[in-house]
Nanobody
């Protein structure tokens, strides 16, 4: 089994910063793409940022220049540094990971979500 555990959410004022972490554990042979998504109340889940195993990144236009995704492959961990936060960034943030296990089965896993609230 594979688990993704997120941490680092919370309440912050507009203009502030937060750093989210997501650690994968379990039967992991390799991790390909890792990413962060978010879902605000009444809205669909949307992509925030992704990062490949080689470090290539992709960002939603709404967070470019403010958020930075990174990963530590040795720790099976992905991070999201969020700076200059805005009230519209308020959402539940989910990490996901494309993982191949020791039986060579590739699956997409999701974390449980962490709340980020930005006050104006």
């Amino acid at each position: 089994q594979v688990q993704l555990v997120e941490s680092g959410g919370g309440l912050v004022q507009a203009g502030g910063s937060l750093r989210l972490s997501c650690a994968a554990s379990g039967s992991i042979r390799s991790i390909n793409m890792m990413g962060w998504y978010r879902q605000a109340p009444g809205k669909q889940r949307e992509l925030v940022a992704t990062i490949t195993s080689g470090g290539r990144t992709n960002y939603a236009d709404s967070v470019k220049g403010r958020f930075t995704i990174s990963r530590e492959n040795a720790r099976n961990t992905v991070y999201l540094q969020m700076n200059n936060l805005k009230p519209e960034d308020t959402a539940v943030y989910y990490c996901n990971a494309d993982i191949t296990n020791w039986n060579y089965i590739q699956s997409l896993y999701w974390g449980q979500g962490t709340q980020v609230t930005v006050s104006s």
